[in-house]
Each structure stands twice: as C-alpha cells, then as structure tokens.
C-alpha cells in the first residue's frame, strides 16, 4: 500500500468538523486557514516542504478531466513563486508529490468535494474535476501564507459546498469595465470557490440625472452585435469571440459565467437602437408589450447568442432580466416571461430571472420548472410562495447583499461583520428557511452601478468588492458555519490575497512602510532617453519619448508618494510625469498649468500649478475616499467629497480617487521636462507631521 494510502486509512473514520481541530492537543496540527475553511479536518503531526520542482501526477485513468487541472495549478505555481518549477505527468506518485485521482462512485462526497490527504506526499481525491481545482486552491492558499518555507501541516481533509451557487454579479452596463478585468475577476472568484459570476450586460442610468429626457439618458449593451449593429455600446463593449473565450478560461477555472440580458424594463438600449419598441406610457427603458416588434427584436437578440452549434453563450445557463416593469402590466408581463423562458429553453438553456411574480401579480401563466429566481426583494417575490410554487431560488437580499459605490443607498461597502455572524444564503430579506431547503440553490451578492458617470474605477469597485468576497465565500461555502470569531477571521483573511499572479488592490509588500525609493533604484527595470545625475540624486526627463519604466504597476489605498520636482518652463499641456494603464498624473492639465491626474476617462485638475525653475517638494496621498495633494509639507488642496449637482437639484458622488501609476516616471510620448529626486513611496497614509519634517529634511538638502 502507497504511503498516503495508509495516511489515508489510518484517519478514515476519524475525520472531525475543523472548528473542533483544537481541542485534539497539543501534538496535532491545527486546521490551516484558508478561505473558505476547510469543512472537516484531522490534524497531523508533521509538515510537508514544498519542493520547488513539485510533480504534479494524474491518476491515468482520469487524465481525461484531471490533466486540465493540474496544468492549470502548475501555471498557478509558477505565478505564486518565480522559484517553482512543477512538472506533469501521468502515472504513480512517490514522496514529494501531488497526486491527482477521482471518487466520482463515492456518494458519501458531493459534487465539487474533495479529499486532501497531505503526509510526505499529497493526495487529492475529487468528486469531479471541479472539485480537484478546488483543493489546489486551498494549496495555494496555505503556500501564499508561507511564503519563506512553503510548509503545509499534515492531515486530513474533507472538503465540500453547502450550497451549489456561490455567486456575484456585476452591473458591467452602466459602468464598463475591461474584459481584462473580468479574466482577472473569474481567477480572483475562482481562488475563493466562488462559482457563478453574472454580467449583467445591458443596461441604463436614471432619466432624472440626464435632464428627465430619455433621449440623453445614458444606456449601454455591452455585447457585439451584428443583427442591431447600434445596439452594442460605443464607448465599451465586448466582441464575441472574446465573450466567448472568456467563458471557455472561466470553465477551466471552475467558474460558470451567467450573461444577463435585462429585458422588457431597463431596456433604454434597445429602444435607442430600435425606435418605435419603447413604451410612451411607462417610459422608453420600458419596452412596448403591445408592439410586435417588441418581440421580434427581442428574439433576435438572445438568437443571436444562442444559436447555432457554436453559440456565443456557452454555458448552460441564461439569464432574462424581468427587473421592475411597470405593476400595471402585470398580465403581459407575465406572458413576456414566459414567453422568454420557453425561447431560450428552446436552444437548450436553462434559464434564470429576477424575482418579480408577486409585483407582477395575475393569472397568466408562467413557466416553473427548472427556472431560477435571483430572489432579491420580498415585495417583488415572496420566497416562500415562489418556492410553493416550485420555482428554484438564489438567495440575493438586497438589504444584505447589494454594493451601490458612492451612492448614498443600499450599501457603499457591505456590512461584513454582520454577514459573517448572521447571513447565510437560506436568509431571504425576513425570510429564513432550513440551510438544506432543496429549491435553494445558493446565493449571490451585487455591484450596482447606478450612478452614470459618478468617477468609480474599476479598482474602487474592487476595493468594495474584496472584503465582501472573502466573507461571502464562508458564507456560501460553510453556511451557518463559522470557523472562529469575526475578529480573528478578520485578522487572518488580510494574509490571503486575490490569487497567483493578481494584485488588482495595488499592494506592495515591504517590512515598513516605504516600499519604494528612486535613489535606490531597485525596482528599476529600463530609463530610456532620460538621465540620472547621481551626484544631485536627480532622474532628469526631456520630455516626449522619455521615461524609467519599474516593475510595480501601482499601488492601491491607501498610500502617500513623496518627492522634489523642478520642471521646466516649456512643458507641453498634459505633460506626463507618473503613468500606469490605470492613470496618469500630469503637470499642465489640459494647458490650464495645473497640476493633476486621469483615469479611466476622468481628468482631475488640483487648483495648484507648480513652480517652473525651482525644486518644489510634492506628497500625494490617496485612500478609497479621496487623494490630497501637499506642497512643501503644507495641505494645498483635498479632492474628496465632491458633488455632481443636476439641473433638477439633484445629486450624486464625484469620486476623486487615483491607484497612484508607478509603471512609468514619463512618458513614451508625452513626459514632462523635469528633474525629480527623492522620490518615496509609503504603504499607508502618513502623518501631516511627518509629511513636513519629510519636506523639512528634503529643503535642507537642496
């Protein structure tokens, strides 16, 4: 018998829930952290050391669905430590390697569970490939935290989901975001066991920011397409061959992708692009149920991405929308949605809706099996009747579960200590119904982008959505479970990260909190057409096609960059200084002389123009609020807390925020002329006393 077969045998039937691995003694290991926690867990003695040319071993008689998974946790490997350099193969494992076989004839394990057994070897046993990826995520996560010695403790582990769909949605219409973005998201998910991302593809601001005037009022549909060429967004959208391929990576990562496409209310993009469909009574984000040709675009739509026998949406799920339409409508509402299921059933789909039936109360039939409610809102449908019904559900309270950034309602940031001690997915608003409640499929959680135009970037979102994501995973994966206090979840889940390869929060690691230094010039990867004068310390930049490139992209909230600058007279109007591909910062903003910065299509300009001719010290700090701007250690200007004010008297947020660019220090086409010296980064928001002793300490030296 293999070694970890014996591992195996000698634990079997004495596996432990992991909250209790505590109490086991002194000599067993505690059950590693990861996120999710693991379900069950029987501690070992010893530890497994990681070797960096690990082999990765398929079972060959499930290379099939098992060769995928190892390739794709070799790539991830590689991409945790330039020092890896794993190997896979096929065939028997030896000591020091992970092993990879399948259980799918065990009915004692559910779909996605797993088996870790980790002894001088490592053995994973899945139900399914899905449940394969899933271990090595909770690998990666132990090597994350381990970084100098890659020790994993030794034990057994059975791992599995409480409920089937652990999802998010993203408003991706009325805020793009890139489909980079979205690649990066499906492996962020992925590393947390989250697997079901929905994209709500189509979509429009509120008549009453765009001067109550349906023609100004900002609509997008995200996705190419060839029937209606003026639907598809033009400031934004996605081809089809890359929907698709995101789909396919999403899959190998254990992610299903669910597009939506909201119809008949929130439908201004469609009415736009075909006139005469939208409703002159109810408005035109409202389509017009008496019109035939309401229908005919409609089924044109959704036919063009799913027929045919290479269809633009892959998975098995679609979702229709049928969010908030007009209650008087009730009955040709009800006969809209049934109509939508039943077409796209008719190409082999499974179909998902908004919850709406009890809003949308009546006597018209409406499809049941095998449809899943997203149930959001009690008033809109009542769990419990929509379950009497037969319908199957997601649990999606808006009241818990709904991020809104910047908008004064719902939530900017969700409430995750209260998540984490009081919500699962069988709590539906007031409604809680029996965690093993078999038409409850799971949950998912939201970003809503409401607010066109309001200054949020894709990091800000991600700010918002990375804490929730974390307590979300326990939650849909553990239920009711909770494997410490909060404040020790809290605690450990800050040395967890987004995945191999991912920093999208901009984190820099470093012993203190300087991570950063021009002068020592040990991030620096290329200075092209530029010059370090080393006897003044000084990185001198002509301007136009000259630049040092580093290797740190950025950094997130929240940090303080510091540094002299003496540019020169004749700089050219948004002249480069910092640059990334996340934002620019600039000296003569737009020829005004100002000093300021852009990203992702908003400029911001401080009331501030620098000096030509003379050193000047400037420190910038940034957090998820805001950025300020300090000249010679004094406040100049703080850009936070703006408002955007309509014509109508209302408002909404103007975030001001900026994931400082350190890719560049110039430009490749436009850099400012100027020399910078002293140039520091900090990972975290210092003193105003310490910025003036900084600036202090700089001066003397000039």
């Not at 092993?99 to 899945?126: C, K, Q, V």
């Not at 799920?317 to 969010?323: F, L, P, R």
Request: net charge neutral.
């Amino acid at each position: 018998m293999k070694k970890s077969l014996l591992f195996i045998a000698l634990l079997a039937g004495c596996i432990v829930n992991a909250n209790t691995v505590r109490a086991q003694g002194s000599n067993t290991n505690a059950a590693p952290f990861v996120i999710p926690a693991l379900r069950e867990w029987k501690g070992g003695v010893n530890y497994f050391e990681w070797p960096n040319n690990v082999k990765l071993v398929v079972d060959p008689a499930y290379s099939k669905a098992l060769l995928p998974v190892a390739k794709l946790f070799a790539e991830d490997l590689c991409s945790l430590s330039s020092d890896m350099h794993p190997k896979v193969v096929t065939g028997q494992a030896s000591r020091g390697d992970v092993y990879f076989t399948l259980r799918s004839n065990d009915s004692s394990l559910p779909a996605e569970g797993y088996i870790l057994a980790i002894s001088n070897s490592i053995r994973i046993e899945a139900k399914d490939s899905v449940g394969a990826i899933w271990a090595t995520r909770s690998l990666l996560q132990m090597l994350e935290q381990d970084h100098a010695h890659h020790h994993i403790p030794q034990g057994l582990a059975r791992d599995y989901p409480r409920y089937a769909v652990r999802g998010f949605v993203l408003d991706v219409a009325r805020k793009f975001f890139t489909i980079a973005f979205l690649r990066d998201y499906v492996k962020f998910m992925s590393y947390y066991k989250m697997n079901d991302f929905q994209i709500h593809l189509s979509d429009n601001g509120f008549k009453g920011f765009f001067g109550d005037n349906w023609d100004s009022t900002y609509a997008a549909f995200r996705l190419e397409n060839t029937t209606y060429p003026n639907l598809t967004a033009k400031d934004g959208s996605y081809s089809k061959a890359a929907f698709v391929a995101l789909q396919q990576m999403a899959q190998r990562y254990g992610v299903n992708i669910v597009p939506e496409i909201d119809v008949p209310a929130h439908s201004l993009a469609l009415s736009k692009a075909v006139p005469g469909i939208g409703s002159k009574l109810y408005g035109q984000d409202h389509l017009d149920l008496d019109n035939p040709l309401t229908y005919t675009v409609v089924d044109n739509v959704f036919k063009e991405y799913l027929q045919g026998p290479h269809p633009v949406f892959i998975g098995n799920e679609v979702h229709i929308g049928t969010d908030e339409y007009a209650k008087k409508e009730a009955e040709k509402f009800r006969a809209f949605t049934d109509h939508y299921i039943r077409f796209v059933e008719g190409f082999g789909k499974k179909v998902r809706m908004w919850g709406s039936l009890t809003h949308a109360d009546g006597t018209t039939p409406v499809k049941v099996e095998d449809v899943t409610m997203n149930l959001w809102y009690n008033g809109y449908a009542d769990p419990k009747t929509m379950f009497d019904l037969g319908y199957k559900g997601i649990s999606t309270p808006d009241g818990w579960l709904y991020i809104v950034p910047a908008a004064g309602y719902y939530y900017d940031y969700l409430n995750t200590k209260k998540l984490y001690e009081e919500w699962t997915p069988n709590r539906i608003g007031k409604e809680i119904f029996d965690e093993n409640y078999p038409l409850l499929r799971g949950g998912s959680f939201a970003v809503w982008n409401d607010h066109v135009g309001n200054g949020i970037t894709e990091k800000d979102v991600h700010h918002r959505v990375f804490p929730a994501m974390q307590v979300l995973s326990q939650k849909m994966w553990g239920g009711s479970t909770k494997p410490m206090s909060y404040d020790d979840f809290s605690v450990k889940s800050k040395q967890v990260g987004e995945g191999p390869g991912l920093n999208i929060l901009g984190r820099i690691a470093g012993k203190d909190s300087l991570v950063f230094s021009l002068d020592a010039k040990k991030n620096v990867v290329k200075i092209y057409n530029a010059h370090f004068d080393k006897t003044k310390e000084a990185l001198r930049l002509k301007g136009g096609n000259s630049y040092l490139k580093t290797n740190i992209p950025g950094i997130g909230y929240d940090y303080t960059v510091s540094f002299c600058i003496n540019p020169s007279n004749d700089n050219l109007p948004d002249a480069v200084l910092f640059a990334s591909n996340d934002a620019v910062v600039m000296l003569n903003m737009q020829g005004s002389g100002n000093f300021g910065f852009s990203r992702e299509g908003y400029s911001y300009s401080f009331n501030y123009k620098l000096p030509a001719d003379i050193w000047t010290h400037i420190t910038i700090k940034g957090n998820n609020r805001g950025t300020s701007l300090y000249v010679n250690g004094v406040l100049a200007e703080k850009l936070e807390g703006a408002k955007r004010t309509f014509a109508n008297g209302k408002q909404t947020a103007k975030v001001q925020t900026l994931f400082f660019p350190l890719q560049y220090i110039g430009s490749g086409s436009n850099a400012c002329k100027a020399q910078i010296s002293h140039l520091e980064v900090f990972n975290r928001e210092l003193d105003d006393e310490v910025i003036m002793s900084i600036a202090k300490e700089v001066k003397n030296q000039k």
